[in-house]
């Protein structure tokens, strides 16, 4: 079977299975198990593998491997939306942050976050504190060494997920911090009044940041443009975006 067709057929029998698991989640195949429960085997046989491995790299090299094991199942999942607590949905989630595959990770984040669905039980983190702080760093991440991170769009669409969630102050501060560097970076007229709001919001709820120098430079950026509102170009400030956060 090529790997186009054995693609098509591996999601049609997730979209099949997830459906089966919505109308009786106990379906059982010929061996007296659900598709479900061999995904469920596997994925901890893969857990497994990964807690032998000490290498950071490595085990995002071994994640980014697993991971096909699962997508098929997950686009099932996402397409007939059963909204049942279900550990691969997560922790498949958490993968794909952890292998840079951010727009995935959202959707499927975006469901969870609907749905409130349960982080996996060795997660002392619930759902929406992991959200806020993992795109959150991992936007962080981007501007201090050059990766590529979620980019705006995503932050922001983290942010109203979780906008109202109860949270402590330093992770709802890194999200701000990310937003920041996203709208001063990545804004399409690089809003840098929206990215001064979300670095005040950082430094107010962690004063420890490390954003208030950047804050005060760009606030200077703002000041010489409102002095001079007739300079023209993409950096005048003067198309504000509404914030997010």
């Known amino acids: 079977m090529s790997n186009v067709f054995r693609a098509h057929y591996e999601r049609v029998m997730a979209e099949e299975a997830a459906a089966k698991s919505t109308a009786d989640p106990a379906a059982e195949t010929m061996d ?9 085997a596997q994925l901890t046989t893969h857990i497994s593998q990964l807690k032998g491995v000490q290498s950071t790299e490595r085990k995002v090299e071994l994640k980014a491997e697993f991971l096909g094991t699962y997508l098929p199942y997950i686009e099932g ?3 007939e939306e059963p909204g049942m607590n279900d550990p691969i949905m997560t922790q498949v989630m958490v993968w794909l942050v952890d292998t840079g595959e951010f727009a995935k990770a959202a959707e499927i984040a975006l469901y969870a976050i609907e749905h409130d669905l349960d982080m996996p039980s060795r997660f002392t983190r619930g759902l929406a504190v992991w959200m806020a702080e993992e795109f959150g760093e ?4 981007s501007e201090a060494d050059g990766t590529e991170g979620p980019g705006l769009e995503i932050l922001k669409d983290i942010a109203e997920m979780t906008d109202g969630k109860d949270m402590p102050d330093q992770v709802s501060a ?3 911090k990310a937003l920041g560097f996203a709208f001063e970076r990545d804004g399409e007229t690089q809003d840098f009044r929206a990215a001064l709001f979300h670095y005040n919001r950082a430094i107010e709820l962690h004063d420890k940041c490390g954003l208030k120098k950047r804050r005060d430079d760009l606030q200077k950026k703002v000041n010489v443009v409102d002095q001079n509102p ?3 170009g993409p950096e005048n400030g003067t198309q504000t975006q509404k914030p997010t956060g």
């Open 32 to 40: 007296g198990t659900t598709p479900h429960d061999h995904l469920m």
């Open 77 to 79: 999942v996402l397409h």
């Open 138 to 141: 991992a936007g962080i991440r």
């Open 174 to 176: 890194k999200l701000h």
């Open 230 to 232: 007739d300079g023209g």
